[in-house]
């Protein structure tokens, strides 16, 4: 009779165990779930903020060679640059970047020759903010002030080319009216 009694008991405490322990199965199903899933979507949302710097940087890299390059022939070169400018602002949000990062249409900006010491910053910057792509890590929710600089230059109006090549040829010559067809864009 006690044999019985502890028999029942042990098959109590089995079952029992059984019981609660039914599912952890599913628990750790879940949880693993869970944790490869949220892996993944870290490095969607990585991968989607390097694809939208990269973006920026190819859009501001061509909006710098438009900078570069454009020439008005206007008469006067520091009207050329702000000209240049505009054409450079319009190359930029021709990519249409403000659909992938909100705000960023207006946050161009160009360092010209006349503002800039060296000639080699002159070109395009563009300064904007993205969130850390973490949802659950250090630093998440906090924005990234980011920069794209595109330092190619800025090629002498064909104005100042003309009066450069000018200024040369009077100095051998004495007068460049008759040879106005010296000049090109690479002097």
Known sequence: MIL?????????RSKHTQISEAGQSTIEFLTTFIFAAGFIFLFV???????????????????????????????????????????????????R??????GIDDKISVN????????????T???????FPSPM???????????????LGREPSRFECLTQVCSAITSVIGSCETHATFFDNGC
Do not use: C, W
């Open 45 to 95: 949302r990585l991968s989607l903020s390097y694809t939208n710097g990269y973006l920026v940087h190819y859009a501001n890299y061509m909006a710098s060679r438009t900078y570069l390059v454009f020439d008005d022939n206007l008469s006067n070169p520091i009207g050329t640059d702000a000209i240049a400018f505009n054409e450079a602002k319009k190359t930029f949000l021709s990519y």
């Open 137 to 151: 890590l250090i630093g998440a929710g906090k924005e990234m002030n980011l920069v794209s600089e595109s330092f």
């Open 112 to 123: 010209d020759p006349q503002t800039v010491g060296k000639k080699y910053y002159v070109g």
């Open 125 to 131: 910057v563009v300064n904007f903010t993205q969130r």
């Open 97 to 102: 970047v403000g659909l992938f990062i909100p």
């Open 4 to 12: 019985k009694a502890a028999k029942r008991d042990s098959l109590h």
